[in-house]
């Protein structure tokens, strides 16, 4: 079993609210990414980070921002939640050889 | 195009069954291909990893196969049970960009 975790599991908001997913590994892992996987579909890399003060864009765009202040800390915000961001968000973190994933946050937007 | 595609879609079979799940890329360069088992409601778990010269590799009643020449790769379950019901992914690492590339999945469904 992984150590990743992700918080919150599910989140249910309005439209036009901030919200932050934390994600946070405790294998002291540099690289870490986030995905964004809607149902019955693939996951696309949406950021990802080589270590601390380290951020880059993925393949797929996205209005989230991340940041990596701490080597096991990689927070997702959202400034202003939109409808379209409904999707469930994963979290993974590797080593040399094999990604981690977290458990994953499913989020609504209203 | 770098492409992950898997077949079927989906598939329904009964507990105790065989079944064999479909990959092939159009992923170049090749680094490592890598079997991923999710349930669901959480995060991708692995099953295997195979390099270009791995034939076949096994976990449990989890069996890979990649044939290189013909970009293809399957994963073969013995003797299925309820617990194996999950989506299945396939996914390829594209060499020299330290890349993933996902395959949409194969949806199991395990039926007493």
């Known amino acids: 079993e992984a150590d990743i975790y992700q918080t919150p599991r599910y989140l249910v908001i309005g439209t036009g609210k901030k919200i932050t997913l934390e994600c946070s590994q405790t294998m002291g892992h540099d690289k870490m990414y986030w995905y964004q996987q809607d149902p019955g579909m693939e996951l696309h890399l949406i950021h990802y980070s080589y270590g601390v003060n380290s951020t880059e864009k993925g393949d797929l765009s996205s209005e989230s921002t991340v940041s990596r202040i701490r080597t096991e800390h990689f927070p997702l915000t959202l400034e202003s939640a939109r409808p379209s961001h409904t999707s469930q968000y994963l979290c993974?973190?590797?080593?040399?050889?094999?990604?981690?994933f977290g458990p994953g946050t499913r989020l609504l937007v209203l | 195009k770098n492409q992950v595609e898997q077949s079927p879609q989906s598939l329904i079979i009964l507990e105790g069954k065989n079944c064999t799940l479909q990959c092939n890329y159009t992923v170049s360069p090749f680094s490592n291909l890598r079997w991923y088992k999710q349930d669901t409601g959480r995060g991708p778990v692995s099953l295997t990893i195979m390099t270009f010269s791995e034939n076949t590799k096994s976990n449990g009643r989890y069996t890979a196969t990649l044939d290189a020449d013909t970009k293809q790769s399957s994963l073969h379950i013995t003797a299925s049970q309820l617990s194996d019901s999950a989506s299945y992914i396939c996914v390829v690492r594209q060499g020299g960009y330290n890349k993933l590339i996902f395959g949409a999945g194969t949806r199991l469904a395990v039926h007493p």
């Open positions: 993974a973190s590797s080593n040399q050889e094999t990604q981690y």
